[in-house]
């Protein structure tokens, strides 16, 4: 019962949403203007796309037979040699054959490194996030919000402030080349994490949470079968958001994890760049390289397009 | 399920109603808070507030990770005031962020008013949002190929047009640009989805008294569109400005800082003092005043942005 008093209360604000983006539908009317909007669009999703695209055909390309073709828009020589270069599965000959450098890369094994990371950063993030979150939108204590404020103070220093002492701290705690190394500034909170989650968190109806109290719940029982659920969408958003960000990051991960173990899809990326030799660039294996890096981001892309694109759009009304 | 410290001030409640009950239901919730913010709290006070305070001593220090810090005072800012490679960083650093974020907002703006004219796709959304959520060392190197000298496929375009190929990423004058443009083509489309919300948010009866009174395209555009979208758009300067301020991977993985010291942003400079030459309390000293520089400019930029939120309400 409750949960539907929650629902029906929000549902007004949200078809009221769906109505502000229905109605300002102010599309061109005259044919001419129409055409010249389309084609203009046309061109911007050209220009998104093609790199995207020659990224594809870069590795499935001959990197010796590349050479001669460089404006050749389709795979030259179609191969999965930089795929299998880069993912430890062929033999220095075959490398070699193909133009690699024969030097031996696993991105087969820098990709579980990544997920592991991230998965770790992300689950535990948003567990405790979620649960500062519900401490800072549900509970009344006395100093609430002038810590939530010391909480969002931590967004305004810059990443490399941070990154220094971070550094010393997690190489004292002999954490380098170590996946928890990498995972543990992040993995407790985000400042963005609790705000973000507070923000859905106070639209909760308290009402609920009143009778749950008065029906004897305590504060975990109603955060884990109220809350929570009644969140989850955001909930889940915010994961992916996370899961994203720190897939993508480069610096920190890369001065914590340098070891085969512990070196993540982007660190591996730069060192293979940095390594790969000046005069004859294996260009179809970075791009494979690229590609598997980026192949699960597509993929959540895929599955979650609509709840990503949802998210930075209402970013931008706040 | 039931734990006694809730179920007692429940019943109290139910039978008496006493100032007593309620702030014995005020102390359960304390403690309750106490209790869920003991995670973010332990991460907050190891890896934002501790490293803050240890940032901010370090920068009084000379400092090389093999040694204890040795307290020099104000030495190192002294030293950087002096120093020409971080006055030639902020340089560089500035020409990209006006670059990177000028180009970027225009486009950005361009392409969101397109949008809303003539697409409700969500596919479309999809699509140009789609670099921002590959790594910046994905973009970079993917970009780094593509202007590559001898066999990327922008020079082989232009050698085949007989245009003569260009250094992008090795020559010293477009070294930046280039790089502030390849970060315009992995924040476009986000940047363009902020500022679509915000014309999505503009009330439609606006545009048909702008359209009853006969304005013009253009001018309904300068005269409505875009007073209506100041404050989004001083969110998204806000944004945008701090976070390209902080270039770093881009750079990392193609130029390195160079040629010469053309893209030696600040951020990169900072790196460079730390971990290439151990010089942690300098590398400290940099990054404080590269705090001061943001935190002064997203408070310069509030400020706009609150003159523009009174500016909507007229």
Redesign the interface.
């Not at chain 2, 995670?39 to 907050?44: C, D, L, Q, T, V």
């Not at chain 2, 190891?46 to 803050?52: G, I, Q, R, S």
């Not at chain 2, 479309?124 to 670099?131: A, D, F, K």
């Given at each position: 019962m409750a949960i539907i008093a929650f629902k029906a209360g929000k549902r007004p604000s949200l078809s009221a949403k769906r109505a502000s983006n229905a109605d300002d539908a102010a599309l061109a009317k005259s044919k001419v203007s129409l055409f010249f909007g389309r084609l203009a669009l046309v061109i911007v999703i050209l220009i998104t796309l093609f790199p995207i695209y020659w990224m594809f055909r870069t590795a499935f390309s001959n990197n010796r037979a590349m050479f001669s073709e460089p404006l050749s828009l389709l795979p030259v020589d179609f191969t999965f040699g930089p795929l299998q270069r880069v993912l430890g599965l062929a033999t220095t000959e075959e490398a070699l054959a193909e133009g690699g450098s024969g030097a031996s890369i696993n991105f087969g094994q820098y990709m579980l490194n990544s997920v592991l990371a991230c998965t770790l950063i992300t689950v535990l993030q948003v567990t405790f996030s979620s649960m500062a979150a519900y401490a800072f939108a549900l509970l009344n204590w006395k100093g609430r919000d002038k810590v939530f404020a010391i909480f969002l103070i931590a967004l305004m220093v810059p990443g490399i402030f941070t990154l220094l002492p971070n550094f010393i701290l997690v190489k004292d705690l002999g954490l380098l080349n170590t996946i928890l190394g990498i995972a543990l500034p992040a993995m407790f909170m985000t400042p963005f994490a609790i705000f973000f989650l507070r923000q859905f968190f106070l639209g909760v109806n308290r009402s609920i949470i009143e009778a749950a109290v008065i029906d004897g719940a305590n504060h975990w029982r109603i955060f884990s079968r109220i809350v929570v659920p009644l969140a989850w969408p955001q909930i889940i958003t915010l994961g992916i958001l996370q899961f994203i960000q720190y897939w993508n990051d480069y610096l920190w991960p890369f001065l914590v994890g340098q070891s085969e173990t512990s070196k993540l899809l982007t660190v591996g990326l730069g060192i293979f760049k940095s390594q790969t030799p000046q005069g004859n660039p294996d260009w179809a294996g970075l791009m494979a390289g690229a590609l598997v890096a980026a192949v699960p981001i597509f993929i959540l892309m895929l599955v979650f397009g609509r709840k990503i694109v949802g998210s930075i759009q209402s970013s931008g009304v706040k | 399920?039931?734990?006694t410290?809730?179920?007692e001030p429940?019943a109290s409640?139910?039978t008496r109603r006493t100032p007593r009950v309620k702030t014995g239901?005020?102390d359960?919730?304390?403690r309750?808070?106490i209790l869920?913010?003991v995670?973010?709290?332990?991460?907050?006070l190891?890896?934002?507030?501790?490293?803050?305070l240890?940032?901010l001593y370090?920068s009084f220090t000379d400092y090389n990770?093999l040694r204890d810090p040795t307290f020099i005072g104000l030495d190192n800012y002294l030293a950087i005031a002096g120093d020409p490679v971080f006055w030639n960083s902020l340089k560089v650093t500035l020409e990209y962020v006006v670059i990177n974020v000028g180009v970027q907002t225009v486009a950005a703006l361009a392409?969101a008013v397109?949008?809303?004219?003539?697409?409700?796709s969500?596919v479309?959304?999809?699509?140009?949002?789609?670099?921002y959520?590959?790594?910046?060392?994905?973009?970079a190197?993917?970009?780094?190929?593509?202007a590559?000298y001898n066999?990327?496929?922008i020079n082989?375009?232009l050698d085949?047009m007989g245009l003569g190929k260009i250094g992008f990423f090795g020559n010293e004058d477009l070294a930046m640009g280039t790089i502030a443009l390849v970060n315009v083509?992995r924040h476009?489309?986000?940047t363009a989805?902020?500022?679509?919300?915000?014309?999505?948010?503009?009330?439609?009866d606006v545009?048909e008294a702008a359209e009853v009174d006969g304005a013009g395209e253009w001018r309904v555009f300068r005269s409505v569109t875009l007073p209506l979208l100041r404050p989004?758009l001083a969110?998204?300067l806000v944004v945008t400005v701090v976070g390209s301020?902080?270039i770093?991977?881009t750079i990392?993985?193609t130029t390195g800082g160079g040629p010469v010291d053309a893209t030696r942003a600040i951020?990169y400079y900072?790196?460079q003092r730390?971990?290439e030459r151990l010089d942690?309390g300098y590398?400290?000293a940099l990054?404080?005043i590269?705090?001061i520089l943001?935190?002064a400019i997203?408070l310069v930029q509030n400020k706009l942005l609150r003159a523009n939120e009174s500016d909507l309400e007229r």
């Open positions: - | 399920m039931v734990v410290a809730l179920k429940a409640l139910a239901r005020r359960s919730q304390t309750a808070a869920f913010l995670p973010a709290s332990i991460g907050f190891a890896f934002f507030a501790w490293p803050t240890r940032g370090l990770l392409l397109l949008m809303q004219r003539f697409t409700r969500m479309v959304r999809g699509v140009i949002m789609l670099p959520l590959i790594a910046n060392v994905i973009v190197l993917v970009w780094f190929w593509l590559d066999l990327g496929l082989a375009t085949t083509w476009l489309g986000y989805l902020l500022l679509f919300a915000g014309l999505q948010a503009i009330p439609r545009y989004v969110f998204v301020f902080q770093f991977d990392a993985v951020n900072i790196y730390a971990f942690f590398a400290s990054a404080v590269l705090m943001l935190a997203a």
